[in-house]
């Protein structure tokens, strides 16, 4: 298998609506956020990152676990216990 990185990315508009990314990818997620950046008008700020070889898996079950949440695409609105157990969420899968 595949080790892969999950991530969870911050964007706040100017209106201060905080909006999240979970996401998947094979390179270092910070570069992922340099190729988001580039088409974006608001800053986008990793927040955590995961290392797994069920990353397919894991970013299918964060996004039918934080699905009451979406908001667009792979962005959700996650409160405050749920950034925080971001980490915690991906471990269990």
Not at 43 to 66: A, S
């Amino acid at each position: 298998m595949d080790t892969k990185w999950i991530y969870l990315l911050k964007m706040e508009t100017e209106l201060g609506e905080e909006y999240y990314k979970i996401g998947i990818t094979k390179k270092d997620p910070k570069d992922r956020v340099k190729q988001l950046q580039t088409g974006n008008a608001f800053d986008i700020e990793l927040i955590t990152q995961f290392k797994t070889e069920i990353g397919n898996l894991t970013e299918t079950t964060l996004h039918r676990t934080y699905s009451n949440n979406h908001k667009r695409g792979e962005w959700f609105e996650l409160d405050y216990d749920q950034v925080d157990g971001f980490l915690y969420m991906c471990e269990r899968v």
